[in-house]
């Protein structure tokens, strides 16, 4: 007996990877991506390059704009206490909301999930949710790709990229014509979003407490109240950048305010914000005081309440801020960067 045949033979799914299982995903979530079609749409999922056709969509002469994200640390929180689907919405959130603030509209959207060994339930969960976020947005979910990497991640472990492509008129792309004494107006967060959570699961590691335990500034467990999903301004915002209504729009992610604002103010021109202008939601209050965090640093590290600022005209600012239910932050003033006045939380 030779030594081929003395040998036992290897296959994928011993060496960690299930083929069977990956097709099984494909098929769980194809009416997922269905549902989210829309104009422009060609393919559906399971081709090696996933077709979008911008002339169906309604543009004549566009100019292609494209982001990609993820959800960072937040993943850990949804992994330890088993709740996924908001991360899939997140992960969407993240990069369309920076779409719209170069005035583009959402066309298609992109996953990449990748795991050490693949549980169909808990995939299918997070698509589920990325899934909703398209839907939500207007935005077709039109491929992605699932990677099984055995010795890359511990078990139960996953990470989550989101890539989404918009597109604008030319000469439509934001921002535009900002100029002193615009305004500048605050859309409010749904919570942490996905960003500082690095710095949120210190917090909670030094007040002692656990995922499971009741949240100390409101209703439900503390991992259920930090894993709200980050809000979609897309539905709220596109109407109005189309309309011209909006000279330039900042996503406050990572940075805050601090740092976002000043992104998409010309060259000369700065922010002067008043901190009173809001309320600190309950959720900021409670990590500013548990942690002993610095008034700027929670304005470096968190949205504080407010994840889009919208630069609009003088004469326009009341009438939007009516319509977006949004609040006045402050105006753009000569200089760089944010003044702040005022003290964060009153």
């Given amino acids: 007996m030779d030594d081929m045949t003395d040998r036992t033979g290897l296959t994928y799914a011993q060496a960690g990877v299930d083929i069977a299982a990956g097709n099984a995903l494909v098929r769980r979530i194809a009416p997922l991506a269905a549902r989210t079609a829309r104009p422009g749409t060609m393919s559906g999922l399971g081709g090696f390059g996933a077709l979008f056709d911008l002339k169906a969509a309604g543009y004549a002469d566009p100019v292609l704009v494209a982001a990609t994200d993820g959800v960072g640390t937040k993943l850990r929180v ?29 066309l298609f959207f992109l996953d990449y999930y990748a795991t050490g060994a693949l549980d169909v339930d808990e995939a299918a969960a997070v698509i589920a949710g990325i899934a909703e976020g398209c839907a939500a947005s207007g935005c077709a979910l039109i491929g992605g790709e699932t990677a099984e990497m055995p010795g890359m991640y511990g078990a139960g472990d ?20 900002v100029a002193e004494g615009d ?133 326009r600012a009341d009438a939007l801020a009516d319509g977006l239910s949004a609040v006045r932050l402050g105006h753009v003033v000569r200089g760089d960067g944010v003044t702040f006045a005022g003290r964060l939380g009153g």
């Fill in 78 to 106: 949804a992994i330890e206490t088993g709740d996924l689907g908001g991360v899939g919405v997140d992960l969407v959130a993240m990069c369309v909301n920076d779409l719209i603030c170069q005035g583009a509209e959402p």
């Fill in 183 to 315: 305004v500048l107006l605050g859309l409010r967060s749904s919570g942490v979003h996905s960003n500082g959570f690095s710095l949120v699961r210190r917090v909670v590691e030094r007040a002692g407490l656990h995922w499971q335990d009741e949240a100390p500034f409101g209703e439900g467990s503390l991992g259920q109240a930090l894993l709200v999903p980050t809000r979609l301004y897309v539905k709220d915002l596109m109407p109005r950048v189309k309309a011209g209504d909006i000279r330039a729009l900042a996503h406050i992610t990572g940075g805050g305010l601090t740092e976002n604002v000043p992104r998409v103010l010309p060259e000369g021109l700065g922010a002067a914000i008043d901190l009173g202008a809001w309320a600190l939601p309950p959720v900021f209050g409670w990590l500013m005081e548990a942690g002993g965090i610095a008034g700027d640093e929670m304005l470096r590290s968190f949205n504080c309440g407010i994840g889009m600022v919208a630069v609009v005209a003088p004469d």
């Fill in 158 to 177: 996953f990470d989550l990229a989101g890539f989404a492509v918009g597109a604008a008129d030319r000469g439509a792309l934001l921002p535009r014509d």
